[in-house]
Nanobody, 116 residues
Framework: QVQLMESGGDLVQPGGSLRLSCVASVGNFRFYVLGWYRQAPGKQRELVAAITPGGSSTNYADSVKGRFTISRDNAKNTVYLQMNSLKLEDTAVYYC?????????WGQGTQVTVSS
């Protein structure tokens, strides 16, 4: 049974920072691409960032480039999302994601609210 557990969401002011964490209960964690998605009210879920198994390659949504950084610690089965210079439009539920074979796995999500 694969489980993804996010944490770190909070209420933060514009310009602030947060670090999200996602711990995966899955064997061979180091073999899988990990991603962060987000879904704002009334909008579709969108990819925010993804990282390759070894961590050598990452990609980001244009809206977060230069502000967010995805990283992973394979020894801890954990993927992180460092979010800086947060904007009002970053408010959303953030989800951790991986895909093993044809099956996609999602965490329960963590709420990030950017508000003054």
């Amino acid at each position: 049974q694969v489980q993804l557990m996010e944490s770190g969401g909070d209420l933060v002011q514009p310009g602030g920072s947060l670090r999200l964490s996602c711990v995966a209960s899955v064997g061979n964690f180091r073999f899988y691409v990990l991603g962060w998605y987000r879904q704002a009210p009334g909008k579709q879920r969108e990819l925010v960032a993804a990282i390759t198994p070894g961590g050598s390659s990452t990609n980001y949504a244009d809206s977060v480039k230069g502000r967010f950084t995805i990283s992973r610690d394979n020894a801890k089965n954990t993927v992180y999302l460092q979010m800086n210079s947060l904007k009002l439009e970053d408010t959303a539920v953030y989800y951790c994601h991986t895909k093993i074979g044809d099956i996609a796995y999602w965490g329960q999500g963590t709420q990030v609210t950017v508000s003054s």
